[in-house]
């Protein structure tokens, strides 16, 4: 195998593997990690997951894509971002949160209607009725009679941080 | 003069045109499938007091009463998506299945790319290009934002795109959507017209030609290629399908355009085109109140 599929170019989109022991990139998650992560930290099901590829551009920045390509690829996007492994802590994108949140059983703060506008807006609130887990939450709020998620928060000492990225931040009206 | 002058033998209405073409946009979202059905966007519009009303000929269309969905709930999460009316019949036109391989050959800002993925329920594989690295940012921001999972994005020049880093031969179905003079969205950008010149449709009208052809040479014989401009000018329009219909190998297929709309024109100035031609679709600004817009559908014969 040569250097260039060995290494995390930042230009390409390699596939995870299947396992840790199929790694041949140096501390890439594979994808029985990335599928477990869901699972353990929010109770997503990894069927949930069946259909889709997952692949690293750059250390530690997961994208997940509905179909398969061969692997490098050299190319702009590759599906969506879907999850950063690159400290202790992984965290789930905004987008995967809005696309796949909804599947959480666990780990999911509801918000009332103030706090998910507050949230939206990417402000940081006191939360200490949370008894939860710390670390991070997908935070939802109730819309058109579902459970909706907002977004992924940090829960640290009592306060909830919005991670809502700023060019998703909006003033929202609370419902 | 005002370059839509040029247009008004084509049009039967030429009060109503002109008028049409000064008014302002309805605004207009469709609701994205992948994350919610439109019924459950209209009970969050309701939720929120915001007024709306369906339009009669795509369910997931909806004209808004304010101007702009930004700052709503289901807009913020990724339910709807600002989209001109009129702009959602390309995709229409294409009728891509779940499970296809479907090239968008001018993607960017990825309204039509995404209205495609949802098409497709998400799956298979939508490749939007663009040559252009801050429309292209665009496009990703959209695709996020609206949970797109099945969108591969490529920066290369449209006229010699290549599959090489896919690893398969041919697309199923393509669309180019081409860069153009854009005459017909004036009721958007009234400055539009400010920097018209028939030098600039012709050089277009070049770029469109490449563009059209490597679509078809990259289509499956049997496969489908949509062609749509925002612009009035045969030059870039029937002239374009008449280039491909002589030099690449496919044919205009007919289909039901669900706007109302007339023939494409087989004669323009001096020259004349295959008639062919007449079952692609112009439609008039003033025609169901929408933008300017141009629409061929073709099969790839070989």
């Known amino acids: 195998m040569s250097d260039e599929l060995k290494s995390n170019v930042g230009q390409q989109f390699g596939r995870l593997p299947a396992t840790p022991a199929d790694r041949e990139v140096e501390s890439r998650a594979s994808r029985k990690e990335v599928i477990e992560f869901f699972d353990e930290r929010f109770g997503i099901e990894p069927t949930v997951f069946e259909a889709f590829t997952f692949w690293e551009k750059g250390k530690g920045k997961i994208w997940i894509f509905a179909d398969d390509v061969p692997t490098p690829i050299r190319i702009e996007g590759l599906g969506m971002t879907v999850l950063r492994t690159r400290q202790e802590h992984w965290k789930p994108t905004h987008s995967a949160v809005q696309r796949f949140g909804h599947h959480a059983s666990k780990n999911v703060v509801d918000l009332s209607a103030e706090e998910a506008a507050r949230f939206a807006r990417g402000k940081d609130q006191e939360l200490p009725e949370w008894d939860g887990d710390w670390g991070y939450l997908i935070a939802t709020h109730e819309l058109a009679g579902d459970r909706v998620p907002v977004g992924v928060g940090l829960y640290l000492y009592d306060e909830l941080r919005s991670t809502v990225p700023k060019g998703n931040q909006e003033s929202m009206t609370v419902l | ?302």
């Open chain 2, 1 to 302: 003069m005002n370059p839509l002058e040029r247009y008004a033998p084509l049009v039967d209405d030429r009060e109503a045109f002109f008028a049409a073409c000064e008014r302002p946009l309805p605004s207009v979202v469709r609701v994205n499938t992948i994350n919610a059905t439109p019924e459950r966007a209209k009970r969050a519009l309701d939720e929120e007091g915001l007024g709306y009303e369906d339009v009669e000929w795509n369910p997931q269309l909806l004209r808004l009463d304010e101007r702009g969905p930004g700052t709503s709930w289901p807009y913020f999460h990724g339910w709807l998506h600002g989209q001109e009316e009129v702009s959602a019949l390309p995709a229409i036109a294409l009728d891509p299945q779940p499970g296809e391989k479907v090239w968008d050959s001018c993607a960017a800002p990825g309204s039509k790319t995404t209205q495609l993925s949802a098409m497709m329920d998400d799956t298979g594989i939508v490749v939007g290009n663009d040559n252009n690295l801050g429309r292209l940012s665009a496009l990703r921001h959209n695709a996020e934002r609206l949970g797109v999972t099945n969108l591969a994005v490529t920066k290369q020049d449209g006229r010699n795109f290549s599959l090489k880093p896919f690893g398969f031969d041919a697309f199923d179905r393509a669309i180019v959507d081409a860069p153009c003079s854009c005459e017909g969205t004036i009721r958007k950008n009234p400055d539009t017209l400010d920097q018209w010149t028939l030098n600039h449709v012709h050089s277009v009208a070049a770029i469109q030609k490449g563009i059209l052809s490597r679509a078809i040479q990259a289509t499956r014989p049997g496969g489908t290629v949509v062609y749509s401009t925002c612009t009035f000018a045969p030059e870039e329009n029937e002239a374009v399908v008449d280039h491909v219909l002589e030099t690449e190998d496919c044919d205009v297929v007919a289909f039901d355009c669900p706007l109302e709309s007339v023939s494409g024109v087989t004669e323009w100035e001096d020259e004349t085109y295959d008639d062919r031609v007449e079952k692609t679709h112009r439609i008039y600004p003033h025609l169901n109140d929408t933008g300017g817009f141009y629409c061929a559908k073709l099969e790839v014969t070989a």
